[in-house]
């Protein structure tokens, strides 16, 4: 091998060492024994947990899925409608509200959730999604376009 | 945090008393609807790391109905730990020790395992009969309702009732019931 450059000739030792460990050994801090500070055993650790950590980002987003269809299908029970036809339903009237925003509204907007509910059961009833406990009464003072289009 | 505030909180995380009848229910399908108001998940406010569950107060514990064989063939397995320690009971021998059991372990089995398992149990109040005391009572405010639709036995229908059932046709008079 020829070097063209005397720059090149420098034996160059990488970066520091020192460092290097800093850098797992902070990652490791939070460890049980030996795993913590030996430097052997922490770099094991470390793989690892950066692995799990990697899972965990997922599994975050499944897990808050979950709770905002939890919740969400505990609001609408509220008021007697099962989750499957109000999100059914309010999709149909062109109510495009995520999960996310409908379990806020459940949780912190109490009276406007109820109001979507309402839209929910008058669009149930007409299209026929049957639910237990269906009843017309309940959307009697609801009034919508097609019900105007009728009369 | 605000008087107004934190008063509201309070309402919000009140635990709420519920009444159930287990009168003619299946205690296992029973199980998964009380743990959810245990567990508080029927609420919109729903946390896994808050503390919203409810008390559960269940009467008529001795009156469950299982389906089918089920009195004869459910099992409750009992290990004491020693060797040949191992014990099997019918779910008829187990309801005459204690008819408060099988809804016991029912809900318990379906709370799922975790740390919070038998804190949740905590606030299952079970009763074989209907008297409660005046304490629990006074804290009720809501009732579940039942998960099956109680049938109603032929003695507790009336002479009239019966009378004016509809008929299809009559007997013959010579024609001898057995």
Known sequence: ?151 | MSAWARTKQWNTFTRIWHLFDATWQNPIDCAETIGLYLKGMYKPIYHPMSDCGDHVVVINTKKIAFPGQDWRWRAYYHHTGYAKGASYTRAWELHDKDPTLIFKKAVYSKLGNNLQRRYTMQRLHLFADEKVPEDIMKNITNQIRPIKIVPRTLDTYSQEEIKSFPKIFDYPKDYIIR
């Not at chain 1, 990697?54 to 905002?68: A, H, I, S, V």
């Open chain 1, 1 to 151: 091998m020829v070097f063209q450059t005397i720059v090149n000739y420098t034996y160059n030792k990488g970066p520091d060492q020192f460092w290097k460990t800093r850098r797992i050994l902070k990652l490791s801090s939070h460890f049980y024994g030996r795993r913590r500070n030996c430097y052997r055993n922490a770099i094991r650790g470390v793989w690892r947990s950066l692995r799990h950590c990697t899972l965990g980002r997922q599994d975050k987003k499944r897990d808050m899925k979950e709770l905002q269809d939890l919740r969400i299908h505990a609001g609408s029970m509220e008021h007697g409608l099962p989750r499957g036809i109000f999100k059914e339903s309010i999709e149909r009237c062109l109510i495009l509200l995520n999960r996310k925003i409908l379990a806020d509204l459940a949780v912190w907007e109490p009276r406007t959730f109820k109001a979507l509910t309402d839209v929910a059961k008058a669009k149930a009833l007409e299209d026929k999604l049957e639910y237990d406990g269906m009843k017309s009464e309940d959307v009697s003072h609801f009034i919508h376009r097609g019900l105007l289009k009728k009369k």
